[in-house]
């Protein structure tokens, strides 16, 4: 038996299982396109939100240098050795992935630093905006040349990467949003976007237990025992390192990081 997580919602009133809670969204209403009225009820929360690091964060912008600083030592501990080919001039340019980018605040603190070229995913019109007119074609040019490339304005349960085009997927503060069937169906499809040593990198909060719904902006907060089943029992996948972030306020839920990668089958 495949185990399942308790879960509350965000007055702390008990909510049943993972697995009737994700039967309940996928049997309730629906929008227009016939797709659960979960994602469009998150798609309407942030629509309100401001475009700021603030905004992005629920007012903890202020986090967001510790943050960019422990993602880039995740970075090394994991993908070091790309990193080193990529500056001894023995491997080509590095691409990454900025999933969920909001206005672009993990590709401006870190991603750009680190790879020659970044997309973004994000699917509120005016964070994506945002994110275009602070990174894109129209800023200024930077010294290491580094670019922002690609701007999509679309879903993660809708995104379809090119192939082999990632040395990485980096997915922080959103994967809350996507039921567990996208959110595995999303893995495996960034898993063909990804080049031989790519990794997939996710950065979430953890619940306590279980999980926690979150009303207001649809989503839900996963514990650490749920990320790992769906990384390793419904996906079948490799997690390559996870630690905790350090530093973050205490009031806060704790923070971890994950690197990930699909195991590959002989023949
Ligand atoms: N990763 C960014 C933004 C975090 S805020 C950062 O760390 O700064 C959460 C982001 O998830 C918002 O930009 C919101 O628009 C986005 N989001 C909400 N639903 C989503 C979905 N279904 N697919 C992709 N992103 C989604």
């Not at 240098?65 to 970075?75: P, T």
């Not at 994000?122 to 701007?151: M, Q, S, T």
């Not at 996870?242 to 973050?248: A, V």
């Amino acid at each position: 038996m495949p185990p399942v997580f308790k879960g509350v919602d965000d007055s702390g009133n008990s909510i049943g299982t993972n697995v009737s809670f994700w039967k309940a969204v996928a049997a309730g209403s629906k929008d227009a396109s016939g797709k659960p009225l979960w994602y469009k009820k998150g798609i309407d929360y942030w629509d309100t939100v401001d475009a700021t690091d603030d905004g992005v964060l629920g007012g903890y912008g202020h986090v967001s240098s510790v943050d960019a600083k422990e993602n880039a030592e995740f970075l090394r501990d994991t993908l070091g050795d790309v990193l080193e080919q990529r500056r001894a001039g023995t491997r080509g340019p590095l691409v990454a992935c900025d999933c969920g980018a909001g206005i672009g605040r993990v590709t401006s603190s870190f991603l750009i630093h680190e790879f020659d070229e970044v997309d973004l995913v994000e699917p509120v019109r005016h964070f994506i905006d945002k994110a275009e007119a602070l990174l894109g074609a129209g800023a200024p040019a930077r010294a290491d040349g580094h670019v922002v490339k690609n701007f999509f304005a679309v879903p993660l349960e809708g995104f379809e990467p090119t192939p082999e085009r990632y040395d990485a997927v980096w997915i922080q503060w959103c994967v809350g949003h996507l039921t567990d069937d996208d959110f595995v169906s999303f893995f495996n499809r960034c898993a063909s976007g990804l080049k031989t040593d790519g990794l997939i990198f996710v950065k979430e909060n953890n619940a306590k237990d279980g999980f926690v719904l979150d009303t207001e902006d649809s989503s839900l907060t996963r514990s650490h025992k749920y990320f790992m089943h769906l990384f390793q029992d419904r996906l079948g996948w490799e997690v390559v390192k996870h630690r905790m972030q350090k530093d973050f306020p205490q009031e806060l839920f704790k923070v971890r990081m994950y690197a990930v990668k699909p195991i590959k089958r002989a023949g």
